[in-house]
């Protein structure tokens, strides 16, 4: 069975204050590691996709990175307006995905 | 263009009553699927469909329909609902089979009483 693990499922930054999320994977097959921000009331919005190991994608102050068994997603002198929560998700094929249960970010200003 | 539109948005439900959460999307997507979001947990797959005329099932299946005629549209339905049925569901939509972009409407939040 595919699995997606997040961790922390919370994590309260002060502005400025970096720090890394993980998102631990089991997917047969793998066709892309996928990382998507969900602001509260809102649908997820896309932000990353990882095919390969040592695959790293930036935006702004975020950074993803992948290797054989996880992700991470660095974040660099966060703002407040990158609380949101994070979720990590796999596919298998089709681009349906297996979503992990997310972390909640809050940046304090 | 809108995107992906999903109505309603609130809905209160009876134990026992069916409705149809309705997904209409405007990007000429091929790929369309719903997804259920519990408290703390992750985004579960019901139903998507690759195309007009084809469905197949996700993680958690029962207890929903779902139809595909048009490009555009991919309506849920919901038989008989329970409490268990209670959650937020998202359409989602996707150019191909391979990109893991999904495209998600803003939500219909259901409550089952």
């Known amino acids: 069975e595919d699995q997606v693990t997040q961790s922390p499922e919370a994590l309260r930054l002060q502005e400025g204050e970096s720090s890394s999320l993980n998102c631990s994977y089991t997917v047969s097959g793998l066709r892309g590691l996928f990382w998507y921000r969900q602001d509260p009331g809102k649908g997820p919005e896309f932000l990353f996709t990882l095919y390969s190991a040592g695959e790293e994608k930036e935006k702004e102050r975020l950074k993803a990175t992948l290797t054989k068994k996880e992700s991470f997603l660095h974040i660099t002198a966060p703002k407040p307006e990158d609380s949101a929560t994070y979720l990590c998700?796999?596919?298998?094929?089709?681009?349906?995905?297996?979503f992990g249960k997310g972390t909640m970010l809050l940046v304090s200003p | 263009n809108a995107g992906v539109t999903q109505t309603p948005k609130f809905r209160i439900l009876k134990i026992g009553q069916s409705m149809t959460l309705q997904c209409t999307q405007d990007m000429n997507h091929n790929y369309m699927y719903w997804y259920r979001q519990d408290p703390g947990m992750g985004l579960k797959l019901i139903y998507y469909s690759v195309g007009a005329g084809i469905t197949d099932k996700g993680e958690v299946p029962n207890g929903y329909n779902v139809s595909r005629s048009t490009t555009e549209d991919f309506p849920l339905r919901l038989e008989l609902a329970a409490p268990s049925q209670t959650s937020v569901y998202f359409c989602?939509?996707?150019?191909?089979?391979?990109?893991?972009?999904?495209?998600f409407g803003e939500g219909s939040r259901l409550t089952v009483l």
């Open positions: 989602a939509t996707a150019s191909g089979g391979n990109t893991g972009e999904l495209f």
């Open positions: 998700a796999g596919s298998s094929g089709y681009s349906t995905l297996t």
